[in-house]
């Protein structure tokens, strides 16, 4: 039941930030928890649609843009296109972390080790304020259905 927890978490995130609640959002956030990989906001429209006919890419990729300021959603750019998930803190990895992700299906995995140290060795002098390391590839499964073919 880890994944009410992180939905209610997120809904609460939205109510805090000044975000209405509305069913869509619900249903926004409740699919990318239920996911834990990248999804595009074309993939989400077309998941929402049958629900909610009429509802415009613009009004998902909006939202979804509003999610990652609030930090209810991370982001990545993959093959030229936009990609969202849950955010790694909703589901309680407070823990520093990387990614490694799949560019065929969007499926992440976990990197503990963080290579700034080497970086801050190589920049004496100067403050890192941030960073963002990411790796990617294709997962086992996705490698896998690619030797298949």
């Known amino acids: ?16 930030n000044g975000l209405k609640y509305t069913k869509k959002r619900e249903a926004m956030i409740t699919y990318l928890a239920k996911s834990d990989r990248y999804v595009s906001a074309s993939e989400l429209h077309e998941y929402l649609s049958d629900t909610y006919p009429g509802l415009s890419y613009d009004t998902i990729y909006r939202n979804l843009h509003d999610f990652s300021q609030i930090d209810i ?9 936009m990609k969202f998930r849950f955010h790694c803190s909703l589901q309680g990895n407070n823990f520093h972390h990387h ?27 100067c403050l890192i304020e941030g960073h963002r390391f990411e790796i990617y590839g294709l997962c086992e499964s996705c490698r896998l259905k690619q030797n298949k073919k």
């Not at 799949?102 to 990197?111: A, F, I, M, S, V």
């Open 1 to 16: 039941m880890q994944e009410i927890k992180e939905i209610k978490d997120a809904l609460e995130l939205l109510k805090k």
């Open 73 to 81: 959603l991370e982001e990545t750019e993959l093959e030229g296109e």
């Open 99 to 125: 990614h490694f992700i799949c560019r065929q299906c969007g499926k992440t995995k976990e990197l503990t080790l963080c290579p700034m140290n080497f970086f801050q060795d190589q920049l004496p002098g």
